[in-house]
């Protein structure tokens, strides 16, 4: 029952990710040349309707569908790791046009070259993991 | 149900996106697509390989069902959901694209040029998604989430962390945008 639970919000997900535009390269191609207001107004309306949500979570102690407290962990604190990190992060979503959840909704949508990049995905988290020690963070 | 078949405006896109992320918050659980491919990592025997793959992967099995749920939902969305996927991206774009030899703006989802299953068979175009693809997945966990993690979620928390790694996202964007694209196509 829980497993069906995630897999239709899942299912849900997905199709507001292809249904948005936001899992075409085009659109994020559109967005770093800063030539449409598409998917500033995503991220934008995702965010003030987050930021609202959040604060009304926190504020009125609400719980969660089992009746325990919610709690949003903090990030840990620092910035060299999300700097770093999100530049290069942000270098593959410039070049592949699709960050992780487009990634697998586009897969379903039938373009399989994006096995290809899932593969590597995976691979770079992995190296990561390797490389993890030495890195700034 | 014309309006479900058109591309959906982003102002019913964002909040809808906002309500998954709510719906996984009142389960219990946070949004976060990147942390998959750490499960997926330690699923295929990363963890025998480094300490970072050494946790409970299969406490967060949710998150695959998810992420599970997200390749079918686009299967959904592109069969049975939608008339014409062609994005309608401004004229400016448009001409822009087509300075770097990509002809379909406007007129198709994702280019043929990088997406087409006969770009598999050019070894220039392989190399550049396996390259986006590495720089996702490592990007991602080292910043510690990506777009669902830091944009959505992290932000909307109002965390530092998440806006210094948006601001990296977007540094990294535009560089390989302006920069690299003109050396790359």
């Not at chain 1, 592949?96 to 590597?120: D, K, R, S, Y």
């Not at chain 2, 598999?120 to 777009?147: D, E, Q």
Request: charged share 10%; net charge positive; aromatic share 16%.
């Amino acid at each position: 029952m829980k497993t069906l639970k995630y897999l239709i919000t899942g299912i849900v997900f997905g199709i507001i990710m292809f249904k948005s535009e936001a899992a075409s390269w085009f659109r994020i191609f559109e967005m770093f040349q800063f030539n449409s207001f598409h998917m500033y107004g995503i991220i934008g309306s995702a965010l003030a309707t987050g930021v609202i949500g959040i604060q009304l979570i926190k504020r009125l102690k609400l719980k969660s569908f089992s009746g325990e407290e919610i709690i949003i962990p903090p990030k840990a604190k620092g910035w060299k790791n999300y700097l770093f990190g999100g530049i290069l992060f942000g270098l593959g979503w410039g070049l592949a046009g699709a960050c992780p959840g487009p990634i697998f909704t586009l897969i379903g949508a039938g373009f399989l070259p994006l096995i290809l990049v899932l593969a590597f995905a995976v691979l770079g988290t992995f190296v990561y993991g390797i490389l993890r020690p030495k890195l700034p963070h | 149900m014309e309006f479900i078949m058109q591309p959906w405006p982003w102002y019913v896109s964002g909040p809808l996106i906002a309500l998954v992320m709510f719906f996984l918050i009142f389960s219990g659980r946070n949004f976060g697509m990147s942390g998959n491919l750490r499960i997926m990592c330690a699923a295929l025997g990363g963890d025998k390989a480094c300490d970072f793959f050494r946790f409970d992967w299969k406490a967060q099995r949710w998150n695959l069902v998810f992420a599970l749920g997200a390749i079918l939902g686009g299967f959904v969305a592109a069969e049975f959901l939608s008339t014409d996927t062609s994005v309608a991206i401004t004229e400016s774009t448009i001409e822009k694209l087509a300075q770097y030899g990509f002809t379909d703006g406007g007129a198709a989802y994702l280019p043929e040029q990088l997406f087409s299953i006969d770009s598999l068979s050019n070894p220039y175009t392989l190399l550049l998604l396996a390259i986006g693809g590495f720089l996702v997945g490592f990007g991602s966990r080292y910043a510690g989430g990506c777009t669902s993690g830091h944009a959505i979620s992290g932000l909307s928390d109002l965390q530092l962390p998440s806006l210094i790694a948006v601001i990296g996202f977007f540094i990294g964007g535009l560089f390989m945008v302006h920069i690299l694209f003109p050396i790359l196509f």
